[in-house]
């Protein structure tokens, strides 16, 4: 790594973050990088920052987030776009999108440093809903974008398109769609395929439908997939990677392709995404 500001942002909620952050900057220091805090993780150590999570996006080279698969998540929508490659730090357990525990970080760091690092680009979802023909929400997902019945009690009824073509209507409690990083998530919950972050589909899960040979389609990730309700029902929402729903009115067209922007994580040189499978489900391997 030729240019060495790192921005460090931690969650100040995990335990042992202001003593982790103590040690990263040391680290950081030690090798020589130019270590900058984000204003709340300042504070968890007694100094003082005015950087935002936004601002550090804007002037570091490299990012480091202290906490959670879902800190990176909250991060990633706070900073916005353009953003530096990201390298997260888990506090907890070993995360999919946080492959780094604490006790590996001078490791990783060295191979950071040495450019030895893998850098792993995930494809991002760009939603838009169209009200009237004109564009009337946009935004963009990391794990997937979920259109569900909110607060009703009654299925709802969504038509189904890929790059124009009808592909079915779902009667179900909602519908995800997921890019490969998100198909360990909210999808999987629902019963949708494990895909591998460079496979280059996103996967289409209903939620609970209603027909049981509605099942998880998955398409290439060039395809422009297209939604909305087929009846005139009110109160369906949007949900961007789990964050503020959208409500829709009947008649609006929901949009999902992919972004132009990707996301770069960091991980170790010797940590496969299929390791972190084993590791996560506790595969063993073995028939017992």
Not at 182 to 200: E, F, H, I, K, N
Not at 236 to 251: E, I, K, Y
């Amino acid at each position: 790594m030729d240019r060495k500001t790192v921005g460090l942002i931690a969650n100040i909620a995990k335990p042992g973050a202001a003593e982790l952050v103590k040690v990263i900057r040391a680290e950081l220091l030690r090798t020589e990088t130019v270590c900058v805090l984000e204003s709340l993780t300042a504070s968890l150590i007694g100094e003082v920052s005015e950087d935002s999570v936004r601002s550090l996006a804007r002037r570091c080279d490299l990012l480091i987030c202290l906490g959670g698969d879902g800190t990176l998540l909250q991060m990633v929508h706070e900073s916005g776009f353009p953003l530096p490659p990201i390298l997260g730090v888990n506090a907890g357990t070993l995360g999919f999108l946080t492959g780094v525990g604490p006790a590996e970080f001078t490791r990783v760091w060295s191979q950071v440093i040495a450019d030895e690092a893998v850098l792993s680009a995930r494809t991002l979802l760009a939603v838009e809903v169209l009200r009237g023909g004109e564009l009337f929400h946009s935004d963009y997902s990391l794990n997937e974008v979920v259109l569900s019945r909110g607060e009703r009690s009654r299925l709802i009824r969504l038509h189904v398109e890929i790059d124009g073509v009808a592909l079915t209507e779902y009667n179900a409690d909602g519908l995800i769609v997921a890019t490969p990083t998100g198909s360990t998530a909210y999808s999987l919950s629902a019963g949708g395929p494990l895909l591998a972050p460079d496979s280059g589909v996103f996967v289409i899960t209903p939620i609970c439908p209603h027909v049981l040979t509605n099942r998880s389609v998955i398409v290439n990730d060039a395809a422009s997939i297209t939604m909305h309700s087929s009846s005139l029902q009110h109160g369906v929402c949007l949900t961007s990677d789990g964050r503020d729903a959208q409500f829709l009115d009947p008649g609006d067209i929901v949009r999902i392709r992919r972004a132009p922007e990707v996301l770069r994580l960091v991980f170790p040189a010797d940590l496969s995404f299929f390791e972190v499978l084993r590791l996560k489900f506790k595969w063993s391997g073995t028939a017992v």
